[in-house]
Nanobody
Framework: VQLQASGGGLVQTGGSLRLSCQHS????????MAWFRQAPGKEREFVAAINRNYVEYYSESVKGRFAISRDNAKNTVSVQMNSLKPEDAAVYFCAAHDRRSGFTRARDYDHWGQGTLVTVSS
């Protein structure tokens, strides 16, 4: 499985970005997908996940501002990020696994994309 993230960039505080992640496998619908982020000097943290049953999970810091979605026909998972804050600036990674449980911890995920940089100017 290969994951290719895209959509990062520079945005002003309060602005929006949409990140997408392309999954290379033929069985994308079996995978639980997530976004994590890592800011300089900080640990990787959970952002949002959507499991194969379309159940969504969000960190408290992004709940109400970010929305994760998946398109099984296109093998993609996306996250719409609204009302961005300077503290949202980070490298964002998409991740995937095909087990039955575990959706919000980095160690749950087997496959990782290369990351896309989000910069939020104040």
């Amino acid at each position: 499985v290969q994951l290719q993230a895209s959509g990062g960039g520079l945005v002003q505080t309060g602005g929006s970005l949409r990140l997408s992640c392309q999954h290379s496998g033929r069985t994308f619908s079996y995978y639980n997908m997530a976004w994590f982020r890592q800011a300089p000097g900080k640990e990787r943290e959970f952002v949002a996940a959507i499991n194969r049953n379309y159940v969504e999970y969000y960190s408290e810091s992004v709940k109400g501002r970010f929305a994760i979605s998946r398109d099984n026909a296109k093998n993609t998972v996306s996250v719409q990020m609204n009302s961005l804050k300077p503290e949202d600036a980070a490298v964002y990674f998409c991740a995937a696994h095909d087990r039955r449980s575990g959706f919000t911890r980095a160690r749950d995920y087997d496959h990782w994309g290369q990351g896309t940089l989000v910069t939020v100017s104040s």
